[in-house]
Protein backbone atom coordinates (compact mmCIF):
# COMPACT_ATOMS: atom_id res chain seq x y z
CA UNK A 1 0.00 0.00 0.00
CA UNK A 2 1.14 3.85 -0.68
CA UNK A 3 -0.81 5.75 1.60
CA UNK A 4 -0.24 9.56 0.95
CA UNK A 5 -0.40 11.49 3.90
CA UNK A 6 -0.98 15.76 3.46
CA UNK A 7 1.36 17.78 5.38
CA UNK A 8 -1.57 18.61 7.67
CA UNK A 9 -2.05 14.75 7.97
CA UNK A 10 1.47 14.33 8.65
CA UNK A 11 1.58 17.07 11.05
CA UNK A 12 -1.63 15.39 13.27
CA UNK A 13 0.32 11.93 13.35
CA UNK A 14 3.74 13.39 14.36
CA UNK A 15 1.91 15.01 17.32
CA UNK A 16 0.22 11.77 18.55
CA UNK A 17 3.38 9.79 17.52
CA UNK A 18 3.61 7.07 19.70
CA UNK A 19 5.30 3.39 20.13
CA UNK A 20 2.93 2.26 17.10
CA UNK A 21 0.03 2.38 14.76
CA UNK A 22 -2.41 1.65 17.43
CA UNK A 23 -1.31 3.89 19.75
CA UNK A 24 -1.55 6.84 17.75
CA UNK A 25 -4.84 5.99 16.70
CA UNK A 26 -6.03 5.55 20.22
CA UNK A 27 -4.67 8.57 21.29
CA UNK A 28 -6.05 10.55 17.95
CA UNK A 29 -9.22 9.34 18.98
CA UNK A 30 -9.01 9.76 22.63
CA UNK A 31 -8.81 13.64 21.31
CA UNK A 32 -11.66 13.68 18.86
CA UNK A 33 -14.54 14.33 22.12
CA UNK A 34 -12.69 17.45 22.61
CA UNK A 35 -12.19 19.08 19.49
CA UNK A 36 -14.66 22.16 18.99
CA UNK A 37 -13.05 22.79 15.22
CA UNK A 38 -14.88 20.69 12.75
CA UNK A 39 -12.25 20.74 10.55
CA UNK A 40 -9.59 19.30 13.09
CA UNK A 41 -12.25 16.66 13.47
CA UNK A 42 -12.75 15.47 10.27
CA UNK A 43 -8.78 15.78 9.77
CA UNK A 44 -8.80 13.31 12.81
CA UNK A 45 -11.27 10.86 11.40
CA UNK A 46 -9.35 11.06 8.16
CA UNK A 47 -6.55 9.79 9.50
CA UNK A 48 -7.78 7.37 11.31
CA UNK A 49 -9.04 5.86 8.45
CA UNK A 50 -5.26 6.06 6.55
CA UNK A 51 -4.11 4.58 9.53
CA UNK A 52 -6.47 1.86 9.77
CA UNK A 53 -6.31 0.75 5.84
CA UNK A 54 -1.90 0.31 6.54
CA UNK A 55 -0.04 -2.63 8.05
CA UNK A 56 2.00 -2.28 10.92
CA UNK A 57 4.89 -2.43 8.74
CA UNK A 58 3.95 0.40 6.20
CA UNK A 59 3.33 2.56 9.17
CA UNK A 60 6.76 1.54 10.50
CA UNK A 61 8.59 2.09 7.60
CA UNK A 62 6.41 6.47 7.16
CA UNK A 63 9.11 8.49 7.22
CA UNK A 64 7.25 11.46 9.00
CA UNK A 65 8.58 15.28 9.75
CA UNK A 66 6.27 17.85 11.23
CA UNK A 67 6.13 20.83 8.86
CA UNK A 68 6.58 24.05 10.29
Do not use: Q, W
Amino acid sequence: MNTKFTVEESNLICIFAGEGKNEVIADIERALPYLEDTDMAELSHRVIGKLRDMTDTEFGELALVEAE
